[in-house]
């Protein structure tokens, strides 16, 4: 089967590359990892023209051909080695006109590797704001390769660059001459180390040389022979490194003379250095971040509340229509107290995550998400951290499995360690709906100050504890592991941007279908589970049940309503999921929790968010009426067996600080298990989040009764 054509856009981090996949793929983009690697592969597929479509992928932004992280490693590997899976027929490099020269480096490296090229310039507007007039054309014909101005963001150019790569798919051209010359091997070992090796340039081999130790595409032998090609040729890694690089700049130099002109000698002061004097500022810049997230949290409850009501309502009335049309069996019971009332617990929650991730895509696409890292160094820090480590712990609000893989961009082993097992601390989307519905039974909805949700506000409580703790325990390990290597955050700030609408949507929009699709299987799954479980037990303890409240019928036919209501609390104690609870109930006494919620607590390690589902089907299981009352109507209504409501301050805020700090996430742990390469530090993780979570919960419990 004839591969595809393919390809592959890189470049440096803000530059603009993933804003040009949008914008050649639209919604055609799926995510998976790279052969071998649990780096993030993006690919997407391009309509170019009437007669090519092509296979599009998002390598990870680098800012030379000289690895330092793993992601960098694969765009690496990708590009050297011709026998890869990956190994794109093009490649775009998109280069930040408002930061030329540094760009032009990686791009003619990318050009010497004899591929075919084509570049895309951005941030043409900010090169004009610092005075830079940029002859496009010129610069491609010093470049040696189509060179073309693009607005990815507007989609200005868009059609021009399709143009160029239909006619490179007819016609590709490797033929250019190297962009720096460099000899520190002779021919006749570089086309041994090329052959060795599936590179295709005699740059690629000179990399080959540099860096085969590292390379994962080569086997042992391979290895071997190039070792001794390397030394016995007297190839030294470093002058040949510096010779490159001193050789590279002295050409990019003429080429700027004479294809930039400069309207001012000292660049420009563009608008977003201008904000940042306030976003940056010690003082205004913390104001400003914590203002940001306090509207965040206000919005999940004020924005999300009247479709969440329709949501609820939608539902409710959906299981009452059920009830009302199908005669009372087994299977309506499973139709309406099984599976409607486990996936109404989560459904009325998709308006809330939407809100998170599309506040989120606001941040990222404004330029504001890299002012958070670079705000947050200090106190990073002081945790025994840095600012890199602050994009992995942000990204745990959303998730902590990919979270923990944007570790990788973390050089120093011991950081990246500290924040791969503090990372679960943060809140993650998935608590939102065990939160919103804790907040909603046990806080009172009234506003502070006139203006100032208070649920909101508790809410925003719960997100920084979890950063707090996170700091404190990065703090401890800090102290605990050992390293000598020092690093330095060094990072570039985007410019800002007016974020793109429409982006925005599409994001909240595939981020409410993933998190039905996907959490809604495993609700799914348990929800009809735990029917099954709450609605059949041990055949003698059932019919002791049913035998004794038939006479208390006989008994008393005036008293039917309390009788039904007793007798479907009895049989659920009984059945196997009542057994169950009533098994670990003991061990979570303590926190004041009863057997249901020591069941959803069991089944939420699935996922958090199944805490919802869990309880929708323990209170519905039994239920004459189903569908007639929501979730949180019955869990207000519950009463334990001496009449108290199962659900006080001290329950529910007990669980908050409970589902804060615990670790009840299996994915979590495989990920962290596939990053480590370990079961050790999985292990160590949920001990020490448990830990945490059961004592701060008996002392929150303890306090509030």
Not at 41 to 63: F, M, N, R
Not at 143 to 168: C, D, F, H, Q, Y
Not at 590 to 619: H, N, Q
Request: hydrophobic share 45%; charged share 20%; net charge positive.
């Amino acid at each position: 089967m004839t591969k595809p054509f393919s390809i592959a856009l890189v470049g440096n981090p803000n530059s603009g590359k993933s804003s040009l996949f949008n914008s050649l793929t639209g919604l055609n983009q799926k995510v998976g990892n790279f052969a071998g690697v649990t780096v993030d592969k993006k690919t997407g597929i391009a309509k170019i023209s009437d007669s090519l479509t092509a296979h599009v992928i998002d390598l990870p932004g680098t800012y030379s051909l000289y690895p330092k992280s793993a992601d960098e490693q694969v765009t690496y590997e990708v590009l050297l080695n011709a026998a890869s899976e990956d190994r794109p027929n093009l490649i775009v490099v998109i280069a930040d006109a408002s930061n030329l020269k540094r760009n032009l480096l990686f791009c003619s490296q990318i050009i010497d590797l004899k591929m075919p090229v084509v570049i895309a310039l951005t941030m043409m507007d900010i090169a004009r704001e610092k005075g830079f007039d940029i002859d496009v054309e010129k610069l491609g014909r010093h470049m040696g390769v189509p060179t073309i101005a693009i607005n990815p963001r507007k989609n200005k150019g868009i059609s021009g660059l399709k143009r160029i790569i239909s006619e490179i798919a007819a016609d590709p051209h490797t033929d250019m001459e190297d962009f720096a010359t460099i000899t520190s091997i002779s021919q006749p070992d570089l086309d041994r180390i090329k052959e060795l090796s599936a590179t295709t340039s005699n740059y690629g081999a000179l990399h080959v040389a540099c860096n085969y130790q590292a390379l994962r595409y080569l086997s042992t032998e391979q290895r071997d022979e190039i070792d001794r090609i390397v030394t016995t040729s007297g190839f030294q890694k470093s002058k040949m490194q510096a010779n490159e690089i001193m050789e590279r700049y002295k050409h990019i130099e003429s080429i700027m003379k004479d294809c930039v002109k400069t309207e001012n000698p000292h660049q420009k002061m563009v608008v977003s250095d201008k904000i940042d004097k306030v976003l940056l500022h010690p003082l205004w810049g913390n104001l400003v971040l914590f203002a940001v997230l306090f509207l965040l949290f206000q919005s999940i409850f004020w924005l999300a509340k009247y479709p969440m009501d329709w949501v609820e309502q939608g539902f409710a009335l959906l299981g009452n229509q059920i009830s009302l049309i199908m005669p009372e069996s087994l299977f309506r019971d499973l139709l309406v107290n099984g599976l409607i009332a486990g996936m109404s617990g989560i459904a009325v929650f998709v308006p809330q995550i939407m809100i998170l991730f599309g506040f989120i895509t606001i941040l990222e696409d404004s330029g504001y998400m890299a002012r958070i890292s670079f705000l947050s160094d200090r106190v990073m820090r002081s945790a025994g951290l840095n600012g890199r480590s602050v994009m992995p712990l942000i990204s745990g609000i959303a998730c902590a499995v990919p979270a923990i893989m944007a570790t990788r961009t973390i050089q120093n082993w011991k950081e990246r360690l500290i924040t791969i097992m503090v990372t679960p601390l943060m809140s993650c989307s998935a608590r939102l709906p065990v939160y919103t519905m804790l907040i909603a039974l046990v806080i009172p909805s009234r506003t502070v100050l006139g203006i100032i949700n208070l649920q909101g506000l508790v809410l925003m409580g719960l997100y920084l504890l979890g950063l707090a703790m996170a700091l404190l325990v990065a703090w401890v390990m800090n102290f605990i592991i050992k390293a000598r290597d020092k690093t330095f955050f060094l990072m570039e700030l985007p410019v800002y941007r007016a974020p793109r609408w429409k982006n925005v949507g599409i994001t909240m929009i595939e981020k409410g279908k993933i998190f039905i699709r996907d959490v809604g299987k495993i609700i799914l799954i348990i929800s009809l589970v735990l029917w099954a479980l709450a609605s059949f037990g041990p055949p003698a303890a059932m019919k002791t049940v049913e035998e004794k409240y038939a006479i208390l019928r006989n008994r008393y036919p005036a008293n039917e309503v309390e009788l039904s209501h007793a007798y479907a609390t009895e049989k659920l104690q009984n059945s196997f999921a009542g057994l169950l609870g009533r098994g670990i109930e003991p061990v979570l006494k303590p926190l004041g929790y009863d057997w249901k919620i020591g069941i959803a607590l069991v089944t939420s390690f699935a996922a958090r968010e199944v805490f919802v589902g869990t309880m929708a089907t323990l209170y519905s299981v039994g239920d004459k009426e189903a569908g007639k009352e929501t979730l949180r109507v019955k869990m207000a209504e519950a009463r334990n067996p001496d009449g108290t409501p199962v659900y006080t301050l001290a329950v529910g805020l007990s669980l908050l600080i409970f589902y804060v700090f615990a670790m009840q996430c299996m994915s979590t742990l495989a990920i962290v298990k596939r990053e480590t390469r370990s079961w050790k530090y999985p292990i160590i993780q949920f001990v020490y989040m448990f830990a945490i979570a059961y004592g701060f919960a008996f002392i929150t419990f303890h306090v509030f009764r």
